[in-house]
Nanobody
Framework: QVQLIESGGGLVQAGDSLRLSCAAS????????MGWFRQAPGKEREFVAA????????DYADSVKGRFTISRDNAKNTVTLQMNSLKREDTAVYYC?????????????????WGQGTQVTVSS
């Protein structure tokens, strides 16, 4: 069993930055890849970013590439999502998720554990 708790969401203005964190517990953190997803009202959950077990591989959705950075600290059991140059369309609930596969994936159904989410609201 893995427990994931997100933090760092809030209300910001367009162009601002925000840093989300996800704290993991329950199993060896370095044994699973991590992903960030988001879900806006009335929309399906969508992939944002993912990072491999070691942190050596990352993947980003085109919509956030160049603005968002995913990283992990296996010693502290945390994964972070640094979000810069935020836009109104980034407004959503952001979720972190854990996946025990070796290859990082964009499919939500591939992830085994999910956090409760943290709200990010970007105003213009």
């Amino acid at each position: 069993q893995v427990q994931l708790i997100e933090s760092g969401g809030g209300l910001v203005q367009a162009g601002d930055s925000l840093r989300l964190s996800c704290a993991a517990s329950g199993r060896t953190f370095s044994s699973y890849a991590m992903g960030w997803f988001r879900q806006a009202p009335g929309k399906e959950r969508e992939f944002v970013a993912a990072i491999s077990r070691s942190g050596g591989s990352t993947d980003y959705a085109d919509s956030v590439k160049g603005r968002f950075t995913i990283s992990r600290d296996n010693a502290k059991n945390t994964v972070t999502l640094q979000m810069n140059s935020l836009k109104r369309e980034d407004t959503a609930v952001y979720y972190c998720a854990a996946d025990f596969r070796i290859v990082i994936t964009r499919r939500p159904s591939d992830y085994d554990y999910w956090g409760q989410g943290t709200q990010v609201t970007v105003s213009s």
